[in-house]
């Protein structure tokens, strides 16, 4: 008895193993672009994931090749952040040149590079991870997604440069502010940056020692995605002296806020796509 009894457990934990190298085995690696690796080309990765009906499960990698001299990637949490080339709060970033991404979670995720302008023009990559194929991940409800607001080049026409010490308060000065909305800050790279820092101390003694985040890009986009007070500067010492900084009053989430518009490519499941393709079908009415 004993014996059948080790013998049925030894069978068991074989059948474990062979199922879970199975899964192991059926997991497929794709090269992202394929030949063109990753690159700034327009749409060519929407066009990439659509070709031969890719479908991308659990436990299946992502190799990104590029040069990691002037590219990296940055995989980020949303659609909204996906959309609006927002790499200020990543989930990960990649930047070797040949990168191995493996799919561990069920779900949508998000790829974009932090070169802002590669981004905007088609740099980025969306897939939708399943279990199986027959139990698709419906997307992220509506709810958790951001309102989108109002954009604010900082300074206008003058952008983020040193004028006088009260400039960019009179900026800010009647601008009502909110969750959702956006700042631009424009500048020469080559002597600035943006620093956005923790509290009023800091705001008024120029330390940018301790940051929440910087940005150097020279063409930097800021959400502001949480009510309160917000403080920006330049890490040079002299020209925030001279009154280059920014602090907004941001309000909590305005009533009447517009959603995303997304493109179809992005807001229409796979399961959607096929039953509008469906509908084509439909018998026409006879005249």
Partial sequence: MAIRTRICSFVFVMMISLTVLSG???????KVG????????????????????????VGDSLVFEYDPNINDVTQVSGALEYELCDYSSPKAVYNT????????????????????AQCVLGQKL??????????PVPPP?????????????????????????????????????????????????????????HGDLE??????????????????????KEPGVHYFIT????????????????????KAVAYPNFPKKVDLSAMERLNNWLQTFKRQPRH
């Fill in 126 to 135: 969306e897939v939708l991870v399943i279990h199986d194929p027959s139990s």
């Fill in 141 to 197: 409800t509506p709810s958790k997604i951001l309102p989108v607001g109002k954009t604010y080049k900082v300074g206008d026409s003058k952008g983020w440069k040193v004028y006088d010490s009260d400039f960019y308060n009179k900026w800010s000065e009647g601008k009502q502010f909110y969750v959702g909305d956006s700042l631009i800050f424009e500048y020469a790279n080559e002597v600035n940056d943006v620093y956005e820092i």
């Fill in 34 to 57: 394929d030949s063109e690796g990753w690159t700034a080309k327009d749409d060519v990765y929407y066009a990439w994931t659509e070709t031969d009906y890719k479908e991308f499960h």
């Fill in 235 to 254: 890490s040079n010492s002299g020209f925030c002296e001279a009154g280059l900084k920014l602090r907004v009053v941001v309000g909590p989430q305005s």
């Fill in 203 to 224: 705001f008024m003694t120029c330390d940018p020692t301790s940051p929440v985040a910087v940005h150097k890009t020279g063409h930097d986009l800021v959400r502001l």
């Fill in 97 to 116: 040149g040949h990168d191995v991404v493996t799919l561990t979670e069920p779900g949508f995720h998000y790829f974009i590079t932090s070169n802002q």
């Fill in 24 to 30: 192991y085995c059926s997991a497929r690696v794709y």
